[in-house]
C-alpha cells in the first residue's frame, strides 16, 4: 500500500506564538512521549474545526482573528 501523501505548510507566527507552541507541546509530552510542535498545530486544527462544526466558538473565533490582526499592524 502506497504512503499517503502528506501537505507541508509553512506559517509566519511571532516569537510569542512560538514560545505557546513549545510550552504547549512540553506540557503534553511525557517520558513515553514526546509530543512535536507540529502535532500541537495538528490538535489545534481538530479542535478549532470541533468547535466551529459545534457553532460554539465562532463568534470567540472572530474576535480572536480581529485581535490578533490588530496586533500585526
Known amino acids: ?5 502528506k ?18 507541546a512540553y506540557e503534553l509530552s511525557s517520558p513515553e512521549q514526546l509530543v ?17 462544526e459545534e457553532g460554539q466558538q465562532k463568534a470567540q473565533l472572530k474576535e480572536l482573528l480581529k485581535r490578533l490582526e490588530a496586533q500585526e499592524e
Request: aromatic share 0%.
Open 1 to 5: 500500500m502506497p504512503k499517503k501523501e
Open 36 to 52: 512535536s510542535k507540529s502535532e500541537v498545530v495538528r490538535l489545534a486544527i481538530e479542535k478549532l474545526a470541533d468547535g466551529m
Open 7 to 24: 501537505k507541508r505548510l509553512q506559517v509566519v507566527i511571532s516569537d510569542d506564538q512560538d514560545a505557546l507552541l513549545t510550552k504547549l
